[in-house]
T-cell receptor, first 114, second 113 residues
Framework: SQKIEQNSEALNIQEGKTATLTCNYT??????LQWYRQDPGRGPVFLLL?????KEKRKERLKVTFDTTLKQSLFHITASQPADSATYLC?????????????FGQGTTLQVKP | DTAVSQTPKYLVTQMGNDKSIKCEQN?????MYWYKQDSKKFLKIMFS???????INETVPNRFSPKSPDKAHLNLHINSLELGDSAVYFC????????????FGPGTRLTVL
């Protein structure tokens, strides 16, 4: 069955460092991979989308890589700030059906300390 | 202006009751979704509608029935509520059904006693 794994342990880093979050998947061939941010008590907020034929995508301090051979995406936040503290969710879409159905990982909680 | 809104924000009810959650989006999107986020924070899709037509219907008990009166609204009705239905329910919308970011509502926390 399809499986998505993100670091289940919380990630604690110092302000100014680069945070790297991992998303691994099995038994799936996604057409798209998305990253969302979720703050406590709020709905997820879209950050970045990367297509299966793209290796890397950047947006301001964010960078996403997508390796369909390794079945892995890495999400980087450079020059991290305490305001970046949140839970980050990766989501896969597409494959055999292209219906907008997102399959989410369980999320990784990032804590950036000043 | 709120892009995707849900009501109510909190819903506390007894087992066996029937309840509804409403969702509205003012983004002009064609596709709307319902997700369930359980206590372990897993976010799982339940339904999606594209221009009032049901597109995705995951393995959800038929006690859950979505209704889309128009493409800006997708409501979720739940019959005979059970303890295991306690979760946060999120509505979302997107411009079309594939390859687009989804805009999520603030969530409705349902507690079944």
């Amino acid at each position: 069955s399809q499986k998505i794994e993100q670091n289940s342990e919380a990630l604690n880093i110092q302000e100014g460092k680069t945070a790297t979050l991992t998303c691994n998947y099995t038994n799936y061939s996604p057409a798209y991979l998305q990253w969302y941010r979720q703050d406590p008590g709020r709905g997820p907020v879209f950050l970045l989308l990367i297509r299966e034929n793209e290796k890397e995508k950047r947006k301001e301090r964010l960078k996403v890589t997508f390796d369909t051979t390794l079945k892995q995406s890495l999400f980087h936040i450079t020059a991290s700030q305490p305001a970046d503290s949140a839970t980050y969710l990766c989501a896969l879409e597409g494959g055999s059906s292209n219906t907008g159905k997102l399959i989410f990982g369980q999320g990784t909680t990032l804590q950036v300390k000043p | 202006d709120t892009a995707v809104s849900q009501t109510p924000k909190y819903l506390v009810t007894q087992m066996g009751n029937d309840k509804s959650i409403k969702c509205e989006q003012n983004l002009g999107h064609d596709t709307m979704y319902w997700y369930k986020q359980d206590s372990k924070k897993f976010l799982k899709i339940m339904f999606s509608y594209n221009n009032k037509e049901l597109i995705i219907n995951e393995t959800v008990p038929n006690r859950f029935s979505p209704k889309s009166p128009d493409k800006a609204h997708l409501n979720l009705h739940i019959n005979s509520l059970e303890l295991g239905d306690s979760a946060v329910y999120f509505c979302a919308s997107s411009p079309q059904d594939a390859g687009n970011e989804q805009f999520f509502g603030p969530g409705t926390r349902l507690t079944v006693l």
